[in-house]
């Protein structure tokens, strides 16, 4: 049933539709949809008229039984769309996370970091808030093949821009993608590792609020990791919340080179709140 999953996937952002619009549409919940493109369930035979309707193709053509279905083909308005929103991501005007030499340098460090002091099971279940650009989406989905990643954005261009570039690559893993914004986000899952960056943090408006909510996604012994460029004072009340929060913490610090330092942290959910947590500060300048 594999090519029913890629078909409503393809079909949907051919539409330029979210996964929350052709639910609603079909007066379904968006987790029912991210279900269905992900091969962890497939459409009601009875929704099936209704889905067909909703994606303008026949129910032979969401099979891919047609040539005018998707047939795993990769519509021109997906590389169309990649193309245009990767040329602006390049220019300086995409502001602080374009994809300059100076970004892609820091986020290469980042993973280099991620892979020395992180351990992520490849059948752990992640979530990360905050896509962006959405270069760590995709390597974080890549460490997973035997479990998922949730990337969630508020921005409707991170989502669509994530979601084409998936189709694009032929992703085999995972992953579902949810527009919408983190902070009221009424979310039933939790997961083994949420990750999220001091940026998001910052663009959110409020970041420990944000940092808080990214918790509650956190199942008891998972884990957060986070990455900030803040100053020391703000590191601390970040390390504040996550006690406050019932969070242990490792924290790391890094000297990139560039002038600031970025901080690293492994938050663990702990199975009861401890009074007496000692936050373990490793420099790991190079
Ligand atoms: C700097 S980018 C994230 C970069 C990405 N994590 C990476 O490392 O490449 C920040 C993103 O966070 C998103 N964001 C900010 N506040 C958010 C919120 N409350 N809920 C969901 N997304 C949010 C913004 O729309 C933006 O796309």
């Not at 460090?109 to 992520?120: A, I, N, S």
């Not at 199942?219 to 919340?241: F, H, P, R, W």
Request: proline share 3%; charged share 25%.
């Amino acid at each position: 049933m594999k090519e029913i999953a890629t078909c409503i996937r393809t079909l949907r952002l051919d539409r330029q539709l979210t996964q929350a619009q052709l639910a609603n549409e079909l007066g379904v919940q968006y987790q029912t949809v991210s279900k269905w493109e992900t091969g962890v369930s497939v459409p009601d035979t009875t929704m099936l008229p209704s889905i067909a309707d909703a994606l303008g193709v026949t129910i032979d053509e969401l099979f891919g039984r047609k040539k005018n279905g998707c047939a795993n083909s990769i519509p021109e308005s997906n590389t169309a769309f990649l193309l245009q929103t990767y040329s602006q991501m390049y220019a300086p005007e995409a502001g602080p996370w374009n994809l300059s030499v100076k970004n892609k340098y820091l986020e290469y460090r980042f993973r280099d970091f991620f892979e020395t002091h992180f351990t992520v099971p490849e059948d752990s279940q992640i979530c990360n808030i905050g896509i962006g650009a959405g270069e760590w989406d995709t390597y974080l989905s890549y460490k997973v093949p035997k479990g998922s990643l949730t990337s969630i954005d508020m921005e409707d261009v991170c989502c669509r821009q994530l979601e084409q570039r998936l189709i694009c690559e032929g992703n085999p893993n995972k992953i579902t993608v949810i527009y919408a914004d983190a902070m009221t986000l009424d979310f039933k899952e939790q997961f083994d590792i949420v990750t999220m960056v001091g940026s998001t943090a910052i663009e959110s408006g409020d970041g420990l609020a944000l940092l808080a909510k990214a918790i509650s996604f956190v199942k008891v012994g998972g884990a957060i990791y986070y990455q900030s460029l803040d100053d020391k004072e703000d590191c601390n009340t970040v390390m504040l919340t996550a006690f406050q929060n019932e969070m242990s913490l490792a924290a790391f610090v890094e000297d990139n080179g560039y002038g600031f330092r970025c901080h690293y942290y492994k938050f663990e959910k702990r199975k009861r709140a401890s009074k007496n947590i000692n936050p373990i500060f490793e420099n790991a300048s190079t």
